[in-house]
C-alpha cells in the first residue's frame, strides 16, 4: 500500500471517531506496541521517555505504563511542561496513569534550563522521542528544541514515536529534528518517511498497526471534510467559489435546487443560467439567485456566445439539471464541455454525454448506476470490489471523476476509490440528485474534484440523514438542502 500525508492520517483518525472507535483506543495500540518494540529489543534496562504536551507524548504516556509492568525494566518518564497544559483528554487520561504506574521517576519540567541540569539523561539503554509528532507547526519552540538537542547528545538508542520530533512527515524543511535509531509510524507510511535522504533522521522506520477499522479509510467520513480548503479570514467576495449552474428549460425546480444547494455549501457567488420561459419561476423561488435568462426555452447553440463569457467570470460549470434532453440541447452540451475549466456534469447532460471529452478541462460526472450503465455500455456488477474496478478504470479510461449513485455510491479518480454510505431510503424522491450536483459544484469550484466529489456525496447523504429524523419518508429535496449547514459545521 502506498504511503499517505499526515493530513490523511488525521482524516483516518477523525473517521475512526466518527465510526466509534475512540482516540483513547487508538492511543492504547499505539502505545502498546512501542512497549512491544522496546521489550523486543531489550529484555531489561533503563528506559527514558521524553513526552510533548500533544498526543505524541501521549503515546508516550501509555508505551511507559506497558513497560513498566515489567519490573525488568527501569522506566523514566520527562513531560515537557506542566501536566495541566495537556492538549486533549485523551492525553490527560493517560498522564493520570502514570502515578499509579510504577515508574522510577516522573517529572513536569518546563524550564529549557531545568531540562539540561535533569540528571537522567545518562546511561539510558533507549530513549524515547514521543515530544512533538504529526502535530508539529514550524521550527521547534521551547523547551521541545532543547530536548531534541538532548537525546540527539545522548548516547543511548533513540526509538521516535510516530516521526522523529521536528521532522515533517510530510516533507516539508527540517529546522531541527531527533536523529533517531528507529522510529515506529503507525498504521501506514508516511510521505516524508520515504523521502531520499530521510533515514537520516528517522533511522530504521517500522510501521505500527494501531487497529484502525478499514472502512475509516474505505468510506468517505466526517474526517475527510477537514481536507476541504477553509475560508481565509480576509477572503473577498468570490474566493469561496463562483459556480455557475447550466439547466433548467424542460424543467425549473432542478436548476433552482442546486443553487440553493450551492449556496448552502458555502459558495459566494451562484448564477443560474436558464433559457428565459422559466427564469423568471427559477427567480422567483428565492432572493439569494442571480439568474440570467437565455434566449429560447431550451438551451440551444445561440447560447453559447453569452455562456462563454460567464464561464470566464466562474469557477465551474454545474452543467445539467432540469436541461430535457432535445437534440439541439445536448449538442449544445457537447460544444459547451470544452469550454469549461471546471464542470459538473449531471441528469440530461450525461445522457448521450460522448467520452473522453475533448478538452484540457476537469470533469466529475454525478450519474446514477443506470446512467452509468448507459455511458459504460454494459451493465454494472453488483459486488462492491467489482463495482469500485469498474468505475475506476472508467474513470481512468476517459479522464473524468465519477460520482456513481446508489446505495453504496462509489468514487473514483481513476486512481483512488472511495466509498459512501451516508443517504437513505427517503432520499428516493425527486430533486435529491440536483441537491448532490450543487454540493460538488460548491467544493468544485475550490477543492480538486476527488475531495470534491468524495465530501459532496457524504454532505448530501449525512444532510438526508438529518432530515430523516424529522420528515422520516416524507423528505423532500428542500429538507435536505435545510440540513447541509449543519453537517458542514460539524467540522470546518
Ligand atoms: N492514527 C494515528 O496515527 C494516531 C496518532 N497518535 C499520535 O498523535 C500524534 C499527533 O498528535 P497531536 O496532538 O496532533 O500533535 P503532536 O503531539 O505532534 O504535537 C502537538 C503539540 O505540539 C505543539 N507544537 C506544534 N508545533 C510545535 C513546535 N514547532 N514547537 C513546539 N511545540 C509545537 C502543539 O501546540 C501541540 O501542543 C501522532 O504523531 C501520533 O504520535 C494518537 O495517539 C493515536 C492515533
Ligand atoms: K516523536
Known sequence: MSSITSSKMRAIDANCTYLGLSPVQLMENAGA???????SKISSGKVLFVAGRGNNGGDAFVAARHLATNTNYEVRLILLGHSSRIRTEESKQNFSLLSYSGLTELKEIADSKELEKYSGWKDNDIIVDGVLGSGIKGAP??????????????????????SPSGYDLDGGEVV?????DMTITFHRMKTGLELPGSEKYSGLVKVAPIGVCRDAEEYVGMGDLMS????????????????????????????????????????????VAVPENVADTVASFSPNLIVIPLKGDRLNPSNIPVLKNLLETHDVAVIGPGLGREKETLETVEQLLPLCRKAVVDADALFELKLPIKSEGKFILTPHSAEFSRLYGSEIPEELDSKKNVVSSFASDNDVTVVMKGKVDVISDGSVARLNRTGNAGMTVGGTGDVLTGITGALFAVNDAMDAASCAVFISGAAGDLAFKNKGNGLLATDIIARITDVILGVL
Do not use: C, Q
Request: no cysteine; net charge positive.
Open 33 to 39: 506496541a512501542i512497549a512491544r518494540e522496546i521489550m
Open 176 to 180: 531541527k529534528s531527533v536523529i533517531a
Open 141 to 162: 519552540r521551547e523547551p521541545e528544541s532543547t530536548a531534541i538537542a538532548l537525546i540527539n547528545s545522548s548516547n543511548s538508542f533513540i526509538i521516535s514515536i510516530d
Open 228 to 271: 476541504l480548503s477553509r475560508r481565509n479570514r480576509d477572503a473577498h467576495k468570490g474566493n469561496s467559489g463562483r459556480v455557475l449552474i447550466i439547466g433548467g428549460g424542460a424543467y425549473y425546480g432542478a436548476p433552482a435546487l442546486a443553487a440553493l444547494a450551492a449556496l448552502r455549501t458555502g459558495a459566494d457567488i451562484v448564477t
